[in-house]
């Protein structure tokens, strides 16, 4: 079992940036991780996804361009740097990790996840 911790949520003016980190409690490169979001009122939305060894990774229209998740598995944590922020991407957002076997996959749905983070607060002020 594997503990995840998000920090690098905060207040940001629109056009800012800001890079979330997300670090696990044990060894992360046997993990698929990934990030998600969830405003209020709305369903937990997929972000992004990086494979376990960081080679393949995938993103919702939405943020391509704009934000790139990368890891560090020999520091155990997996990032989300997020620039151009948008009051949109306003949301309380989640990593998580599932076990895989392979090392190319990228996962999207929330339950195709087994460990969640607690959240960190994203607020992007017009």
């Known amino acids: 079992q594997v503990q995840l911790v998000e920090s690098g949520g905060g207040l940001v003016q629109a056009g800012g940036s800001l890079r979330l980190s997300c670090a696990a409690s044990?060894?992360?490169?046997?993990?698929?991780m990934g990030w998600f979001r969830q405003a209020p009122g709305k369903e937990r939305e997929f972000v992004a996804a990086?494979?376990?060894?960081?080679?393949?990774?995938y993103y919702v229209d939405s943020v391509k361009g704009r934000f790139t998740i990368s890891r560090d598995n020999a520091k155990n944590t997996i990032f989300m740097q997020m620039n151009s922020l948008k009051p949109g991407d306003t949301a309380v957002y989640y990593c998580?990790?599932?076990?895989?076997?392979?090392?190319?996959?990228?996962?999207?749905?929330?339950?195709?996840?087994?460990?969640w983070g607690q959240g960190t607060q994203v607020t992007v002020s017009s």
């Open positions: 998580a990790a599932r076990l895989s076997t392979t090392v190319y996959s990228t996962y999207r749905r929330p339950d195709d996840y087994n460990y």
């Open positions: 044990g060894p992360s490169s046997s993990y698929a």
């Open positions: 990086i494979s376990r060894r960081g080679g393949i990774t």
